[in-house]
């Protein structure tokens, strides 16, 4: 996007709902930065003139102060997260017992493990349509519906069909889910912390996988365990459900559905006029979406085509497609579904392994916790390659644990795969938040649903060709091999791409991200490689000063 003085070029004869003339609305500028807070006020005075003349929605909520709205918001919308961890965990459990009483050959229990990725795909699929026509609110609640229907399925199960079908459900579910709460979250906060709050995401990801596990173990000793544990995600679903009905729309979805009446109201409730930088982003917000608008309706009918002919989106489906691949393909997702089962390949006995999976889930709910809160002061690039290593040595040490003999030295094959376990989940737990906070914002206002349509479908591919390929993989390349040659080898190429293609975000409105995807990459590039060189003298410096110049 342009500087807001060219958008105000741009729009010298257009003319808002109220007939006034643009230049009349929209504020001067003080220099390159802001508006005159005069005109933003007149324009926002005519707003609420128009909003009171609007019928209040049945399930309407308000509370008196805008920040703790947000919260709240974020705290609903992110429990899809929470669904989305603890159906993931649950097959783990479910695992151990599920396919002895259904009689599931390998083939049959590898396909009821990668169903629910399997059918996220198609869920993913409908994002677009479901965000576009629908919006990112009603998309949630399609999503919990389908949680419940999938759930049911599962807990009723008599056979690998009916199975098969409830976790494809629940996963269609998740892929809805996944690709709407973190853009409605984003769409809906302040930039100085949209990192953070997308990041709870995958903190609430990490908390229902956590939970799985734990709801595996509650039942363990109950008699058809896995339909208890299996089912036990409806009471989640029906909560999420329940709250959504009460959460309003993003206010960018409907600025960008030409409703900008209802998008002050909801900003009004959610986010507050009480501060300069606050206005400034909702004029600034509406002044960029109507030109979208503007734009698409002057040139081509299916905005989609811009990821092929336009260098900025395709930049940004690249960049987004790019991080997703990187997150699934170092096998997270497998190592989460059978990780019930690799413990007990290691001599855990049935009970312990299911209690001590909840190791390897633990330590990626603490992991992301650091994400949550430093991920908006340290940046984007700086936190993706910051991690990327630390998984890495994980890997390693889980290779190596599996190389030692758990019948000849049971204390060490646990230990060192343990220890590579917690580092390899803790440290992908602060990783995994990137692979939602940077689709959620890359993409411009119009090709947002779209865009997300590619990253969740791309997600979850990967998510189902890792988890059902998991056991052929291990069997044909080993253990160490799986998990350090191809999983570590993907980490390793990954960190070399972050440092010289991945832009920095951090602090940034949507619509300055607009901008920087807008450079040329041979520019984005040059950047970085000159913030990688300044990092590596900084230290050199500071190694150099820390041995020649020891501190007293």
């Not at 609007?54 to 399930?59: Q, V």
């Not at 649950?90 to 396919?99: E, K, V």
């Not at 040659?485 to 972050?498: D, H, K, M, P, T």
Request: hydrophobic share 45%; with cysteine.
């Amino acid at each position: 996007m342009g500087s807001l003085k060219d958008v105000e070029a741009t729009h010298d004869d257009h003319k808002d709902a109220a007939g006034l003339e643009m230049e009349d609305v929209l504020p001067d500028l003080k220099g390159d930065a802001a508006f005159n807070e005069a005109a933003m006020d007149a324009e926002l005075e005519h707003l609420e003139t128009q909003l009171r003349e609007l019928k209040p929605s049945r399930f309407e909520f308000k509370l008196s102060n805008p920040t703790f709205f947000t919260y709240m918001l974020v705290a609903f919308a992110s429990m899809g997260g929470l669904l989305s961890g603890l159906d993931q965990s649950l097959i783990s459990g479910a695992n151990l017992d599920m396919p002895g009483d259904l009689h599931l050959s390998d083939s049959m229990s590898s396909l009821v493990n990668a169903g629910m990725p399997l059918g996220a795909v198609a869920g993913a699929l409908t994002l677009g349509p479901a965000n576009e026509y629908l919006g990112r609110r009603m998309a949630i609640i399609v999503s919990c519906v389908l949680y419940t229907i999938g759930a049911a399925l599962e807990a009723g199960a008599i056979n690998f069909g009916m199975m098969f079908s409830g976790r494809f459900i629940l996963g269609m579910g998740v892929g809805l889910e996944g690709g709407t709460v973190p853009v409605y979250v984003a769409e809906c906060v302040p930039s100085r912390i949209r990192g953070n709050l997308v990041s709870l995401y995958q903190l609430n990801i990490a908390l229902g996988e956590v939970l799985g596990y734990a709801v595996a173990a509650i039942f363990f000793d109950v008699k058809g365990n896995w339909r208890y544990i299996l089912g036990s995600s409806l009471v989640f679903s029906t909560i999420l459900l329940v709250g959504m009905l009460f959460l309003p729309e993003s206010p960018r979805f409907l600025m960008h559905k030409n409703k900008p009446v209802e998008a002050y109201g909801v900003w009004k409730r959610i986010r507050g006029f009480n501060d300069l930088a606050a206005k400034s982003e909702f004029l600034g917000m509406r002044q960029s979406v109507e030109t979208e608008n503007e734009e698409q309706a002057h040139t081509k009918k299916y905005a989609w085509m811009d990821f092929l002919t336009n260098a900025r989106a395709r930049r940004a489906m690249v960049y987004a497609n790019v991080m997703v691949f990187l997150g699934q393909f170092t096998g997270v997702n497998a190592v989460m579904y059978y990780m019930s089962v690799l413990m007990s390949n290691i001599g855990f006995d049935n009970r312990t392994s299911v209690f001590m999976s909840l190791v390897g889930g633990g330590s990626l709910l603490i992991g992301t916790i650091p994400a949550v809160m430093y991920m908006e002061k340290f940046g984007r690039r700086y936190w993706a390659n910051a991690m990327l290593p630390g998984f890495f040595i994980g890997l390693v040490l889980v290779g190596v644990g599996y190389q030692i003999d758990p019948n000849n030295n049971r204390s060490a094959a646990v230990g060192v795969y343990l220890v590579g376990i917690i580092l390899y989940m803790g440290f992908f737990g602060s990783y995994a938040c990137l692979t939602w906070v940077i689709p959620a914002e890359v993409f411009p206002t119009y090709l947002r649903s779209y865009g997300m349509v590619t990253a969740d479908a791309n997600l979850f591919l990967c998510s189902f060709i890792v988890t059902y390929n998991f056991t052929a993989m291990m069997k044909s390349m080993t253990r160490i091999g799986l998990t350090l040659g191809f999983y570590g080898g993907i980490a390793a190429l990954g960190w070399f791409y972050q440092i010289i293609f991945m832009p920095e975000t951090k602090n940034k409105s949507l619509e300055e991200i607009d901008d920087l995807f807008s450079k040329p990459t041979s520019v984005i590039v040059k950047q970085n490689m000159k913030s990688t060189a300044q990092i590596v003298r900084d230290l050199s410096r500071f190694r150099f000063k820390k041995v020649f110049y020891p501190s007293p």
